[in-house]
Structures are given as C-alpha cells and as structure tokens.
C-alpha cells in the first residue's frame, strides 16, 4: 500500500477501504507519512466527503491509535463534548454540577481551535491547575473527587491531536466526517460509556446551518451505536456568543459566577439541558424537569460551588481566585462601546467576536502563539435587549491601547440595532 495511491482515489471522489484508513492513520501518527501528505489526503476528505462506512473506520483506527482507557470500575461515565463555539464555558460549570449529584465526569478537553475556545486554555489561567496528568493521576483524581478535566496529553488517540492542529492550519476543520471522528475517536479513548455531545449551529460554530448540525450529530450517533456508546446530541444555536464574556480569565470569571448562582440565561439554558441528559444517561433520573431543578438545587446549596473548589484543588488550582474576583489580573485597558441609537439588538455575529477576541490575542493564529488570558470581550447586550442610546453594550479588554481601540470599531459593526424586538433561542432539538 502506498500513501499517494490513497490521496489519488479520494483525489478522484472513490471510497477508501478500512485497510487504506488503517493504513494512513498508523503510519501517519509514526511519522512515516508527512505532514504535507496528511494535508493532501486530508483536502480531499475535505472537498469530497467520505461515506459512513470510510467515517466510521476513520473513528476507530484513530481511537486505536493510542491507548483506549477503561473506566469500568468507576461504575457508568458519563462524557461530555461540544463541537466548538464563542463563550462556551458550558464545560467549567457543568463538570461540578454533576459531580456534586454523586456522578463521576473524567474528561479530556481541547484548547482553542480557529476562532473558537478551548475548555483548557480557559482552565490554565487559573493559576497551578495542571492539565498535564498521568493516566494513573486521572484516575485516582476521578476516584477521589468525582471529576476530572485534561488536556489531550495521555497517549489517547494520538493521530487525532495531529491531525486536528493540521486541519486547524490548513482549513480543513469544517468537515462532517473529520468533525465526527475527531470528537468520537476521543471520547471512545477517553472510556466513559455515556455521551452528550452538544452540536452548535450558527455563524460562531463549525456547522453553519441547522441541516449540517443534523446531519453531523446524527453520524456521532451512528458511530456511538456501533461503538455501544449511548449517544444523545442537544443542538444549540451559536449565531451570537454563549453568555457575556469571550475571552479566557474572563469565562472562567463567568462561570464561577455562575455556580454561585448568577447565571446569564442562554448559559443556564444550554447547561441545564445537557446536564439533564447526562444525569438520565447515569441511571440517575428519568424525568428531564426534575434532574434540571436538582441542578439547580446543587447551585441553591453551594453544593456545586464546593465541588468546583474541590475539584480546582485537585489539579493543583489556587481556589483563591474562585473565591475572590479581585484577586484577577485585569487587562491594562478596558473601553467600553456605547450605543449610538436606541432599539433592539438583533444581530451579534459569533464568528466576528471569536475573530476579533483572538485580534485581541483571546485565541491563536498560529499554533505556536499564546494566548493572554485577560484580554476579551464582556457583552453587556444581547440579541433581545433593549438598548437606550449613550447605555454601554460591551467592554473591551485589551492590553494594548491600539489593539483596544481597533476592536472597538470592529465590535461597533458587528452590533446591529433595530426597531424590531427578536426572540432567541439557545437550545434548539435534543437527538435521542
Ligand atoms: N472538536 C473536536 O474535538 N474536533 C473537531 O474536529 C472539532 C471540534
């Protein structure tokens, strides 16, 4: 078998056989296929799509291609995953809601992706939480806590680490078939028998429209199935960002708030209805209403809260700064961007503020960049709102004067006022 007659026949739109598949992804994650091959194969995927039979064996050469973690003795695991958006801190604040409800969450996370977020960038501004834990470090973290959060560091599914930071630098992320065995190659690694995965759909998430995040979140269901994986998709609406903040610090900031109990509503709404399936997913209630009012209830008692501090500590995580806002660094300047008209707002693109966050250096343009933690957006007005001429919609936080000011004239045309109040929706459908 040889790599250039596998990147000719997807070239020439034919079906690659399991033995082809294999065949890339053990040679690639070795080092004797290229980057530049990988990239070659990986465009064609790209522009000529891959069946369900080429999708599914893409997902479990690469779940094989590292170690496969099992979790059986911690009773039922139930996983968590999000296709990627602008804001999404859903991750920080529902791993301690349902550890506090007796369900043990052991999670691998990824860092940032093109304009998108990542749950580990956002978890290392905390200062000494360690993302970099051994397998056995992972479990006995689960087994004493109920929770753990990583990067992709353990040896799990390597060829998916390495080929996500070449689609990322060859625009090759918008892709059913890589999406799906990206996401489901790791939680078949990471071992847990139970998944919610949250599909976003919108102009901030890798699936533009309601159909392609239908027809993605119904392969990850298909892959799940032939993996005995109980799989349920909850599609979300990403045309605005989730919750006000966009930017790293100031997430987590968000989502301490958040399990202390001031809770911005698209938030509470996504993170209530993906916490209620992954408690019905546990054995742990059927009826959807009730697990979301016990949820509730474990943020009412400062249950929730406690398991976060405790879980934060766990991995190394100086608890201080959940406790004290004070305690974090500010950015250096923070203008805010005041609305020249009164109306409503009716439009916030996702995908503009995850560009200018990351212009603002909230995300990498290159893989080797690093992130500042304090610098973002805080969105005080969302799509819905009332806005009175001369009130603030947002602050920019920035640790350049200029970088400050750009942002702010790029965010002034991203908001759009009208005279027409609009309904949102954040969460959209559930896929059983
Ligand atoms: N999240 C992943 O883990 N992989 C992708 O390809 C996209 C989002």
Redesign the pocket.
Known sequence: MDIKQIITKKRDHQSLTKQEIEYFVTNYTNGTITDYQAAALTMAIYLNGMNEEETVYLTLAMANSGDILDLSELGTVVDK????GIGDKVSLILVPIISSLGIPVAKMS?RG?GYTGGTIDKLETIPGYQTNLTTKEFMENVKKVGACLIGQTLNLAPA?KKL?SL?DAICT?ESIP??SS??MS?KIAAGASKIVLEVTCGSGA?MKDRKQATTLAQMMQKIGKMTNKQTICVITNMEQPLGKAVGNSLEVLEATRFLKGTMQEDVKEVVLALGAYMIKLAGKGEDIEENKRKMLEQIKSGAAFSKYKQWIASQGGDISYLEDPAKWKKASYILPLIAKKTGYVTKLDAEKIGEIAMQLGAGRLKKEDTIKPEVGIVLEKKIGEKVEKGEILAYIHADEEMLAQKAKQDLEKVYEIGGKQQETKTVLEILM
């Open positions: 995953h999000s296709t990627g990824g992706l998916d996500y689609r992320t890589l999406i990206s996401i790791k890798f």
